[in-house]
Protein backbone atom coordinates (compact mmCIF):
# COMPACT_ATOMS: atom_id res chain seq x y z
CA UNK A 1 0.00 0.00 0.00
CA UNK A 2 1.34 3.19 -0.69
CA UNK A 3 0.71 7.03 0.23
CA UNK A 4 0.60 9.53 -1.87
CA UNK A 5 -0.36 13.60 -2.79
CA UNK A 6 -3.94 13.52 -3.98
CA UNK A 7 -4.97 17.15 -4.89
CA UNK A 8 -8.19 18.99 -6.77
CA UNK A 9 -7.61 21.52 -9.08
CA UNK A 10 -9.03 24.91 -9.56
CA UNK A 11 -12.80 24.96 -10.81
CA UNK A 12 -11.59 27.66 -12.21
CA UNK A 13 -9.07 25.35 -14.58
CA UNK A 14 -11.10 22.66 -15.08
CA UNK A 15 -13.59 24.65 -16.99
CA UNK A 16 -11.61 25.94 -19.52
CA UNK A 17 -11.75 25.65 -22.88
CA UNK A 18 -10.09 22.33 -24.37
CA UNK A 19 -7.71 24.35 -26.31
CA UNK A 20 -6.91 26.31 -23.20
CA UNK A 21 -7.10 23.85 -20.20
CA UNK A 22 -4.00 21.55 -21.40
CA UNK A 23 -1.86 24.93 -21.36
CA UNK A 24 -2.74 25.76 -18.09
CA UNK A 25 -2.77 22.11 -16.30
CA UNK A 26 0.71 21.80 -17.91
CA UNK A 27 1.56 25.55 -15.90
CA UNK A 28 0.45 24.32 -13.07
CA UNK A 29 2.45 21.13 -12.96
CA UNK A 30 5.81 22.90 -13.76
CA UNK A 31 4.94 25.32 -10.69
CA UNK A 32 4.48 22.44 -8.21
CA UNK A 33 8.05 20.49 -9.55
CA UNK A 34 9.67 23.99 -9.05
CA UNK A 35 7.99 24.59 -5.49
CA UNK A 36 9.34 21.00 -4.56
CA UNK A 37 12.49 21.63 -6.18
CA UNK A 38 12.60 24.78 -3.98
CA UNK A 39 11.72 23.10 -0.94
CA UNK A 40 13.53 19.74 -0.90
CA UNK A 41 10.47 17.75 -1.20
CA UNK A 42 11.71 14.73 -2.52
CA UNK A 43 8.93 13.39 -4.61
CA UNK A 44 9.63 12.28 -8.48
CA UNK A 45 6.33 12.05 -10.14
CA UNK A 46 3.67 15.09 -10.85
CA UNK A 47 0.37 14.34 -13.11
CA UNK A 48 -2.93 15.33 -13.91
CA UNK A 49 -5.95 12.89 -14.27
CA UNK A 50 -9.96 13.58 -14.78
CA UNK A 51 -9.67 16.88 -12.58
CA UNK A 52 -7.04 15.53 -9.60
CA UNK A 53 -3.84 16.16 -9.57
CA UNK A 54 -1.11 12.82 -8.46
CA UNK A 55 2.35 13.20 -7.02
CA UNK A 56 3.60 9.65 -6.13
CA UNK A 57 7.33 7.87 -5.87
CA UNK A 58 7.89 10.10 -2.47
CA UNK A 59 11.32 9.36 -0.73
CA UNK A 60 9.25 8.46 2.37
CA UNK A 61 6.53 9.39 4.30
CA UNK A 62 8.32 13.11 5.45
CA UNK A 63 8.34 13.77 1.93
CA UNK A 64 4.37 13.17 1.47
CA UNK A 65 4.00 15.43 4.58
CA UNK A 66 6.00 18.03 2.75
CA UNK A 67 4.74 17.74 -0.75
CA UNK A 68 1.02 18.48 1.47
CA UNK A 69 2.12 21.74 2.42
CA UNK A 70 3.51 22.84 -0.46
CA UNK A 71 0.60 22.51 -2.45
CA UNK A 72 -1.47 23.95 -0.06
CA UNK A 73 0.88 26.66 -0.94
CA UNK A 74 0.82 26.65 -4.94
CA UNK A 75 -1.89 28.82 -6.89
CA UNK A 76 -4.47 26.64 -9.15
CA UNK A 77 -4.65 23.61 -5.92
CA UNK A 78 -8.57 23.73 -4.66
CA UNK A 79 -7.33 21.03 -2.38
CA UNK A 80 -5.00 18.55 -0.84
CA UNK A 81 -4.85 15.28 1.19
CA UNK A 82 -2.58 12.69 1.72
CA UNK A 83 -4.41 9.50 -0.02
CA UNK A 84 -3.78 5.58 0.35
CA UNK A 85 -3.52 3.87 -3.23
CA UNK A 86 -5.35 0.11 -3.46
CA UNK A 87 -5.60 -2.04 -5.89
CA UNK A 88 -8.37 -4.16 -6.12
CA UNK A 89 -10.26 -6.95 -8.09
CA UNK A 90 -14.02 -5.96 -7.35
CA UNK A 91 -16.29 -4.14 -5.22
CA UNK A 92 -16.11 -7.00 -2.00
CA UNK A 93 -12.84 -6.52 -2.33
CA UNK A 94 -12.56 -2.73 -2.40
CA UNK A 95 -14.45 -2.46 0.82
CA UNK A 96 -12.02 -4.69 2.85
CA UNK A 97 -9.68 -2.63 1.46
CA UNK A 98 -11.07 0.36 2.62
CA UNK A 99 -11.88 -1.63 6.03
CA UNK A 100 -8.06 -2.13 6.56
CA UNK A 101 -7.53 1.77 6.17
CA UNK A 102 -10.97 3.59 7.52
CA UNK A 103 -11.57 1.40 10.22
CA UNK A 104 -9.62 2.66 13.26
CA UNK A 105 -11.25 6.00 11.72
CA UNK A 106 -14.73 5.53 11.40
CA UNK A 107 -14.56 3.41 15.04
CA UNK A 108 -17.37 4.26 17.99
CA UNK A 109 -18.09 7.44 15.16
CA UNK A 110 -20.72 8.22 13.36
CA UNK A 111 -19.17 8.48 9.81
CA UNK A 112 -20.21 8.83 5.87
CA UNK A 113 -18.41 7.33 2.91
CA UNK A 114 -18.32 9.27 0.03
CA UNK A 115 -17.08 7.51 -2.96
CA UNK A 116 -16.40 8.77 -6.14
CA UNK A 117 -15.50 7.17 -9.54
CA UNK A 118 -14.35 7.78 -12.86
CA UNK A 119 -17.13 6.14 -14.82
CA UNK A 120 -16.02 3.11 -16.28
CA UNK A 121 -15.93 0.75 -13.66
CA UNK A 122 -19.07 -1.84 -13.05
CA UNK A 123 -20.84 -0.17 -10.42
CA UNK A 124 -22.06 3.48 -9.55
CA UNK A 125 -20.64 5.61 -6.79
CA UNK A 126 -24.14 4.86 -4.67
CA UNK A 127 -23.19 1.11 -4.93
CA UNK A 128 -19.82 2.07 -3.89
CA UNK A 129 -21.03 3.73 -1.06
CA UNK A 130 -23.11 1.50 0.07
CA UNK A 131 -21.13 -1.68 0.41
CA UNK A 132 -17.88 0.47 2.32
CA UNK A 133 -20.67 1.62 4.13
CA UNK A 134 -21.65 -2.08 5.46
CA UNK A 135 -18.09 -2.97 5.73
CA UNK A 136 -17.23 -0.14 7.90
CA UNK A 137 -20.90 -0.08 10.35
CA UNK A 138 -19.94 -2.64 12.45
CA UNK A 139 -17.14 -0.91 13.83
CA UNK A 140 -18.93 2.70 14.22
CA UNK A 141 -21.39 4.41 16.11
CA UNK A 142 -23.74 4.37 12.69
CA UNK A 143 -24.15 5.88 9.43
CA UNK A 144 -25.08 9.91 9.51
CA UNK A 145 -24.79 11.34 5.91
CA UNK A 146 -25.33 15.26 7.27
CA UNK A 147 -23.76 15.77 10.03
CA UNK A 148 -21.00 12.58 10.68
CA UNK A 149 -18.10 13.12 12.72
CA UNK A 150 -15.68 11.05 9.93
CA UNK A 151 -16.28 10.91 6.55
CA UNK A 152 -14.29 8.79 4.57
CA UNK A 153 -13.62 9.09 0.84
CA UNK A 154 -13.17 6.83 -1.99
CA UNK A 155 -11.77 7.76 -5.58
CA UNK A 156 -11.97 5.29 -7.90
CA UNK A 157 -9.63 4.95 -10.69
CA UNK A 158 -10.45 1.98 -12.62
CA UNK A 159 -8.62 -1.27 -10.72
CA UNK A 160 -7.45 1.61 -8.11
CA UNK A 161 -8.58 3.46 -5.57
CA UNK A 162 -7.31 6.27 -3.32
CA UNK A 163 -8.73 6.92 0.31
CA UNK A 164 -8.22 9.39 2.64
CA UNK A 165 -10.46 11.85 5.43
CA UNK A 166 -10.81 14.83 3.16
CA UNK A 167 -8.78 17.90 1.65
CA UNK A 168 -7.30 20.69 3.43
CA UNK A 169 -8.11 23.94 1.65
CA UNK A 170 -5.42 25.47 -0.87
CA UNK A 171 -5.05 28.59 -2.54
CA UNK A 172 -7.55 28.00 -5.94
CA UNK A 173 -6.56 30.82 -8.44
CA UNK A 174 -4.84 30.30 -11.47
CA UNK A 175 -1.31 29.07 -11.72
CA UNK A 176 1.19 31.66 -11.91
CA UNK A 177 2.03 32.69 -15.48
CA UNK A 178 -0.65 32.18 -18.01
CA UNK A 179 -2.00 35.81 -17.11
CA UNK A 180 1.46 37.60 -18.12
CA UNK A 181 3.96 39.93 -16.02
CA UNK A 182 2.95 42.67 -13.32
CA UNK A 183 5.24 44.89 -11.28
CA UNK A 184 3.72 45.36 -7.70
CA UNK A 185 4.40 49.13 -6.14
CA UNK A 186 6.08 47.79 -2.79
CA UNK A 187 6.96 49.27 0.99
CA UNK A 188 6.96 46.02 2.59
CA UNK A 189 3.93 47.22 4.89
CA UNK A 190 0.69 45.11 4.91
CA UNK A 191 -0.52 46.57 2.01
CA UNK A 192 1.80 45.69 -0.61
CA UNK A 193 2.28 42.06 -0.56
CA UNK A 194 -1.46 41.23 0.13
CA UNK A 195 -1.72 43.43 -3.18
CA UNK A 196 1.24 41.06 -4.42
CA UNK A 197 -0.32 38.33 -3.56
CA UNK A 198 -3.57 38.45 -4.92
CA UNK A 199 -1.83 39.72 -8.28
CA UNK A 200 -0.20 36.12 -7.94
CA UNK A 201 -3.67 34.46 -7.92
CA UNK A 202 -4.60 35.64 -10.96
CA UNK A 203 -1.44 33.67 -12.74
CA UNK A 204 0.67 36.83 -13.08
CA UNK A 205 4.06 36.85 -12.32
CA UNK A 206 4.86 39.22 -9.73
CA UNK A 207 7.92 41.41 -9.42
CA UNK A 208 8.29 44.46 -7.18
CA UNK A 209 9.31 47.29 -7.01
CA UNK A 210 10.28 49.14 -3.98
CA UNK A 211 11.38 53.41 -3.41
CA UNK A 212 13.59 54.53 -1.20
CA UNK A 213 12.03 57.41 0.44
CA UNK A 214 14.20 58.61 3.12
CA UNK A 215 16.56 55.82 4.27
CA UNK A 216 17.77 52.97 2.58
CA UNK A 217 17.10 50.97 5.88
CA UNK A 218 13.57 50.48 4.12
CA UNK A 219 15.19 47.99 1.93
CA UNK A 220 16.02 45.52 4.71
CA UNK A 221 12.00 45.85 5.14
CA UNK A 222 10.92 45.43 1.29
CA UNK A 223 13.45 42.20 1.18
CA UNK A 224 12.73 40.66 4.65
CA UNK A 225 8.85 40.71 3.48
CA UNK A 226 9.31 39.86 -0.16
CA UNK A 227 11.76 36.67 0.47
CA UNK A 228 8.88 35.47 2.70
CA UNK A 229 6.23 35.93 0.27
CA UNK A 230 8.43 34.59 -2.33
CA UNK A 231 9.48 31.52 -0.25
CA UNK A 232 6.05 30.79 0.54
CA UNK A 233 3.80 31.53 -2.69
CA UNK A 234 5.98 32.92 -5.60
CA UNK A 235 6.74 29.53 -8.01
CA UNK A 236 7.47 29.12 -11.38
CA UNK A 237 9.98 31.68 -11.84
CA UNK A 238 12.08 34.00 -9.96
CA UNK A 239 10.98 36.83 -8.99
CA UNK A 240 13.16 40.45 -8.24
CA UNK A 241 13.00 43.32 -5.98
CA UNK A 242 13.78 46.62 -8.10
CA UNK A 243 15.23 49.09 -5.76
CA UNK A 244 14.51 53.35 -6.95
CA UNK A 245 16.26 56.15 -4.98
CA UNK A 246 13.34 58.57 -4.68
CA UNK A 247 15.02 60.83 -1.99
CA UNK A 248 16.22 63.42 -4.86
CA UNK A 249 12.57 63.09 -5.68
CA UNK A 250 11.04 63.76 -1.74
CA UNK A 251 13.54 65.90 -1.32
CA UNK A 252 12.45 68.19 -4.14
CA UNK A 253 8.72 67.71 -3.40
CA UNK A 254 9.21 68.85 0.54
CA UNK A 255 11.17 71.85 -0.82
CA UNK A 256 8.88 73.01 -4.00
CA UNK A 257 5.37 71.42 -3.65
CA UNK A 258 2.67 72.80 -1.93
CA UNK A 259 2.29 71.31 1.40
CA UNK A 260 -1.32 69.71 0.99
CA UNK A 261 -0.30 68.16 -2.24
CA UNK A 262 3.19 67.12 -0.95
CA UNK A 263 1.72 62.93 -0.45
CA UNK A 264 -0.52 62.95 -3.58
CA UNK A 265 2.33 64.42 -5.99
CA UNK A 266 4.72 61.91 -4.48
CA UNK A 267 2.21 58.97 -5.52
CA UNK A 268 2.16 60.05 -9.16
CA UNK A 269 5.74 60.37 -9.02
CA UNK A 270 5.73 56.63 -8.07
CA UNK A 271 2.95 56.23 -11.15
CA UNK A 272 5.07 57.83 -13.60
CA UNK A 273 8.81 56.03 -12.76
CA UNK A 274 6.81 52.58 -12.21
CA UNK A 275 5.16 53.03 -16.04
CA UNK A 276 8.32 53.73 -17.41
CA UNK A 277 9.99 50.84 -16.08
CA UNK A 278 6.80 48.65 -16.56
CA UNK A 279 7.31 49.75 -20.98
CA UNK A 280 10.47 49.26 -20.76
CA UNK A 281 10.41 45.80 -19.46
CA UNK A 282 7.78 44.62 -21.10
CA UNK A 283 5.21 44.64 -17.82
CA UNK A 284 1.67 44.20 -18.65
CA UNK A 285 0.45 46.39 -15.41
CA UNK A 286 1.00 47.37 -12.40
CA UNK A 287 -0.72 46.83 -9.07
CA UNK A 288 -0.62 48.56 -6.02
CA UNK A 289 -2.21 48.10 -2.56
CA UNK A 290 -4.15 51.03 -2.19
CA UNK A 291 -7.62 50.71 -0.58
CA UNK A 292 -10.50 53.50 -1.19
CA UNK A 293 -10.36 55.95 1.87
CA UNK A 294 -7.78 53.94 3.48
CA UNK A 295 -5.62 57.32 3.87
CA UNK A 296 -5.80 61.24 2.85
CA UNK A 297 -4.22 60.36 -0.80
CA UNK A 298 -6.44 57.42 -1.41
CA UNK A 299 -9.76 59.13 -1.25
CA UNK A 300 -11.40 58.31 -4.27
CA UNK A 301 -11.41 62.16 -5.30
CA UNK A 302 -7.18 62.00 -5.15
CA UNK A 303 -7.75 58.28 -7.11
CA UNK A 304 -9.87 60.48 -9.43
CA UNK A 305 -7.34 63.18 -9.86
CA UNK A 306 -3.95 60.52 -10.03
CA UNK A 307 -6.23 59.35 -13.42
CA UNK A 308 -6.85 62.60 -14.76
CA UNK A 309 -3.70 64.37 -14.14
CA UNK A 310 -1.49 62.27 -15.76
CA UNK A 311 -3.29 59.24 -17.90
CA UNK A 312 -0.95 56.23 -17.49
CA UNK A 313 -0.30 53.42 -20.63
CA UNK A 314 -0.42 50.79 -18.66
CA UNK A 315 -3.26 49.63 -16.29
CA UNK A 316 -3.44 50.99 -12.79
CA UNK A 317 -4.58 47.66 -10.94
CA UNK A 318 -5.98 48.15 -7.12
CA UNK A 319 -7.06 44.56 -5.62
CA UNK A 320 -7.44 45.75 -2.37
CA UNK A 321 -9.72 48.84 -3.71
CA UNK A 322 -12.48 47.47 -1.55
CA UNK A 323 -10.40 46.01 1.57
CA UNK A 324 -10.88 47.52 5.02
CA UNK A 325 -7.85 47.55 7.26
CA UNK A 326 -9.15 44.35 9.43
CA UNK A 327 -9.66 42.52 6.23
CA UNK A 328 -6.42 43.28 4.93
CA UNK A 329 -4.54 41.89 7.69
CA UNK A 330 -6.43 38.65 8.12
CA UNK A 331 -5.45 38.31 4.55
CA UNK A 332 -1.58 38.51 5.45
CA UNK A 333 -2.34 36.41 8.41
CA UNK A 334 -3.28 33.87 6.08
CA UNK A 335 -0.24 33.85 3.33
CA UNK A 336 1.67 34.38 6.18
CA UNK A 337 4.07 37.55 6.13
CA UNK A 338 1.88 39.71 8.99
CA UNK A 339 4.51 39.10 11.13
CA UNK A 340 6.93 40.21 9.34
CA UNK A 341 5.21 43.59 7.30
CA UNK A 342 3.95 44.78 10.49
CA UNK A 343 7.56 45.60 11.46
CA UNK A 344 7.95 47.38 8.19
CA UNK A 345 8.91 51.50 9.69
CA UNK A 346 7.12 54.71 8.35
CA UNK A 347 10.18 56.28 6.73
CA UNK A 348 8.78 59.51 5.38
CA UNK A 349 5.76 61.39 5.73
CA UNK A 350 6.06 64.18 3.36
CA UNK A 351 2.89 66.00 4.20
CA UNK A 352 2.23 68.07 7.66
CA UNK A 353 -0.90 69.55 8.68
CA UNK A 354 -4.07 70.01 6.20
CA UNK A 355 -3.57 67.86 3.29
CA UNK A 356 -5.77 67.86 -0.28
CA UNK A 357 -8.52 65.29 0.20
CA UNK A 358 -10.59 66.62 -3.13
CA UNK A 359 -7.37 67.14 -5.26
CA UNK A 360 -8.20 69.13 -8.63
CA UNK A 361 -5.97 67.10 -11.38
CA UNK A 362 -5.36 70.60 -12.97
CA UNK A 363 -3.34 71.73 -9.87
CA UNK A 364 -2.26 68.27 -9.01
CA UNK A 365 -0.23 68.43 -12.65
CA UNK A 366 1.06 71.76 -12.12
CA UNK A 367 2.79 70.74 -8.67
CA UNK A 368 4.14 67.44 -10.24
CA UNK A 369 5.60 69.33 -13.26
CA UNK A 370 7.94 71.47 -10.46
CA UNK A 371 9.36 68.14 -9.65
CA UNK A 372 9.41 65.98 -13.37
CA UNK A 373 13.13 66.69 -14.38
CA UNK A 374 14.11 65.03 -10.89
CA UNK A 375 11.42 62.03 -11.67
CA UNK A 376 12.54 61.41 -14.75
CA UNK A 377 16.40 61.32 -13.67
CA UNK A 378 15.50 59.21 -10.42
CA UNK A 379 13.57 56.88 -13.43
CA UNK A 380 17.13 55.51 -14.83
CA UNK A 381 18.58 54.43 -11.16
CA UNK A 382 17.50 51.43 -9.99
CA UNK A 383 19.36 48.08 -8.44
CA UNK A 384 18.12 44.43 -8.94
CA UNK A 385 17.61 42.06 -6.42
CA UNK A 386 16.64 38.30 -6.54
CA UNK A 387 14.09 37.22 -3.91
CA UNK A 388 14.38 33.09 -4.58
Same mark, same amino acid.
Given at each position: M?????????????????????????????????????????????? =?? #?A???? @???? $?? *??? %??? !?? +??????????V???????????N???????????????????????R????????S?????V =?? #?????? @???V $?? *??? %??? !?F +????????Y??????????????????????????????????????????????????????????????????????????????????????????I?G???????Q???????????????????????????????????????????????????????P?A????????????????????????????????????????????????K??????????????????
Amino acid at each position: MEKVVLASISGEIVLKSDRTRPRFERRLVNNIIDAFRREDVECNRVW =IE #AARLYV @SNCK $DE *ESV %EKA !VK +VLSRVFGIHGVAVAHLVEYSDLNDLAERVKEIAGEWVRDKRFAVRARRSGVEPFTSLDAARV =IG #AALYPL @SQGV $DL *ENP %EVE !VF +VEIRGNKAYIHRGMSRGPDGLPIGVEGRAIVLFSGGLDSPAAAWMAAKRGIEVDLVHYVLASPLSIIDALRVGRKLARFWLYGYRPKLYVFDFRPVTAAIAGMVENSYAQIVLRLAMYVVAEKFALAEGYDAIYTGESVGQVSSQTLKNLYALTRARPLNVPLIRPLAGFDKEEIVSLTRRIGVYEEAAKTREYCQLARGLVATRADPDKLLREYEKIEGIVELASTRYIEIPLA
